[in-house]
C-alpha cells in the first residue's frame, strides 16, 4: 500500500492530481478505461475545490490485495461545505451557474463513493475504483 498527498491551490495542481492518479492506476495494472475513470473524477473533484474552496488535498492509495488492485482517493478541503448534499448530487444543481454535473457524474464513475460535508467546517469526497485479478 502505498499514499501520495498532493495539495490543491490552483489550476495546475488540478493537472498534476489527475496525472498522479492515472500513473497509480496504471502502476496497478488497471484498464485504460478505469485509469480515466478515476482521474475523470478527481479533476471535476479538484475543480470543485478550486471553485468552491479554494484550496485542499487530494490523498492518493494503491493498494494490491490478493484478488484485487484497488485505488483510493479522497479529496478533503475546509472550505464553505455543502449545505444539503443529497441536492448537490441530484443532476444540474448548481450554486455557480455550472452544468451541476460533477458531483453525480463523479458519483456515477466510481464503484465507491461518500462525501461528507459539514457547512463552515468543509467537505471529504472518497471514491475507489477496484480491478479484480483472475488467478
Ligand atoms: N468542495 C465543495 N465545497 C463547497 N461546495 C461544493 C463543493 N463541491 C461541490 N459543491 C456544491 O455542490 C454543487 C454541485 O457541484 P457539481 O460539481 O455537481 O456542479 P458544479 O460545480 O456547480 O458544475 P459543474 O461541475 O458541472 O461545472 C456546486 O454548485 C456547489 O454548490
Ligand atoms: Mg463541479
Known amino acids: ?5 498532493i495539495q490543491i491551490d490552483g489550476l ?4 498534476r492530481a489527475r496525472q498522479s492518479v492515472r500513473d497509480t492506476a496504471h502502476a496497478l495494472g488497471m484498464t485504460l478505461a478505469d485509469q480515466t475513470r478515476i482521474a ?3 479533476s471535476e473533484l479538484t475543480r ?10 487530494v490523498t492518493i492509495t494503491g493498494e494490491k490485495n490478493k ?3 484497488r485505488i483510493r482517493v479522497v479529496v478533503s478541503d475546509n472550505g464553505p461545505g455543502i449545505a444539503d448534499i443529497e ?25 465507491d463513493f ?6 463552515g467546517h468543509g ?4 471514491i475507489a475504483v477496484s480491478r479484480r485479478l483472475w488467478v
Open 1 to 5: 500500500m502505498d499514499t501520495a498527498v
Open 67 to 69: 484478488g484485487y488492485v
Open 40 to 42: 475523470t473524477s478527481v
Open 114 to 119: 461518500e462525501i461528507k460535508s459539514r457547512p
Open 12 to 15: 495546475a495542481d488540478i493537472i
Open 48 to 57: 470543485n475545490i478550486i471553485q468552491y474552496a479554494g484550496k485542499g488535498t
Open 87 to 111: 441536492e448537490a448530487l441530484g443532476d444540474g444543481f448548481s450554486t455557480s451557474g455550472g452544468l451541476g454535473m460533477g458531483l453525480p457524474g463523479v458519483k456515477r464513475l466510481v464503484e
Open 123 to 126: 467537505t471529504t469526497v472518497s
